[in-house]
């Protein structure tokens, strides 16, 4: 009888012990459920509705302090039923993709500030070899924008029209002539250069766009495009209806109201101009109408 009461006290006892460790690990495995560090992981996020999505989406462009924390700046975003879509670049380094850690640093970054996490898909602009464009620049506007022209892209067949655009350099642009930096106010209208953009262009003619890198192929010799003796002056209208125009040995050009005018290498104006004096212009590399604009006059004197 005693043999029998100890081994049922033993199985008692084992019994107890097992429904005790079982007990403690089903506990533990709840604790760690619960303090759960977010998904690192891209595209594993699934339980998100479309309204969600675009509720965070719809702020990454608002994240400047984030991307700027990353040395990256915001290009465009955009989502589909499914994911986020991002496109950024980096500041100062075009050429540079982001490595796969700089990347999930961003996107914790990017989940942190939204106040959740979705699925994200995140490209990274970057320029090539090729430039976007290589040509003159053939005028400079109160802005600072350059005008680029092409010699030999033409956007039409009867090759009227040169493929052009209005360069808005980025504050992290890079400017060079010989290998060396130059600062844009050093660019000078004349300059045959090849640049690149940030790929978004206005579809206007000419276009406009954000530049990222400008080379100085060769800098202006200070000819011009034409060279004479001023025969005509004439102005009309008052304020933005104001027109110009120069006659240069019988020849009447028209005047941008960005048109620079340079005496003895310092800023003039057009009533600065007078009759019968020598002057050096230079013109847009496109035409509008039968007269050739002039985007830069310089005053022999």
Not at 219 to 247: F, H, M, P, S
């Amino acid at each position: 009888m005693r043999k029998e009461m100890r081994l049922f006290g033993v199985v008692v006892c084992i019994l107890f012990v097992t429904i005790l460790f079982s007990s403690c690990g089903k506990s533990n495995l709840l604790n760690r459920d619960e303090g759960a560090n977010p998904s690192k992981t891209p595209g594993k996020v699934t339980s998100i509705s479309k309204q969600e999505l675009e509720k965070y989406v719809n702020q990454l462009p608002l994240l400047k302090n984030v991307f700027d924390s990353h040395r990256v700046k915001f290009q465009s975003s955009y989502s589909n039923e499914n994911e986020g879509f991002l496109e950024i670049r980096r500041i100062g380094d075009h050429s540079k993709l982001l490595s796969e850690e700089e990347e999930a640093e961003l996107r914790q970054s990017i989940y942190k500030a939204v106040g959740g996490e979705f699925p994200l898909n995140i490209s990274v602009y970057t320029i090539g070899d090729q430039p976007g464009l290589t040509g003159k620049i053939t005028a400079i506007d109160e802005k600072g924008r350059f005008l680029v022209v092409s010699s030999n892209k033409f956007l039409d067949k009867e090759m009227k029209m040169p493929d052009a655009a209005w360069y808005t350099m980025s504050d992290d642009a890079n400017i060079e002539f010989e290998g060396k930096p130059v600062h844009a106010r050093d660019v000078r209208i004349g300059s045959i250069v090849k640049v690149w953009s940030e790929g978004m262009m206005l579809t206007s003619y000419p276009g406009q766009t954000t530049g990222l890198r400008l080379e100085i192929m060769t800098r202006d010799n200070g000819i011009g495009d034409a060279r004479g003796n001023v025969t005509g002056l004439e102005k009309t209208g008052e304020g933005v209806n104001t027109e110009r125009t120069i006659e240069v040995d019988g020849v009447k050009h028209r005047l941008l109201p960005i048109t620079q005018v340079w005496v003895n290498d310092e800023n003039a104006d057009f009533s600065d101009i007078k009759m019968g004096e020598s002057v050096k212009i230079w013109f847009a590399g496109y035409e509008i109408g039968p007269e050739k604009i002039v985007t830069q006059v310089v005053i022999e004197r």
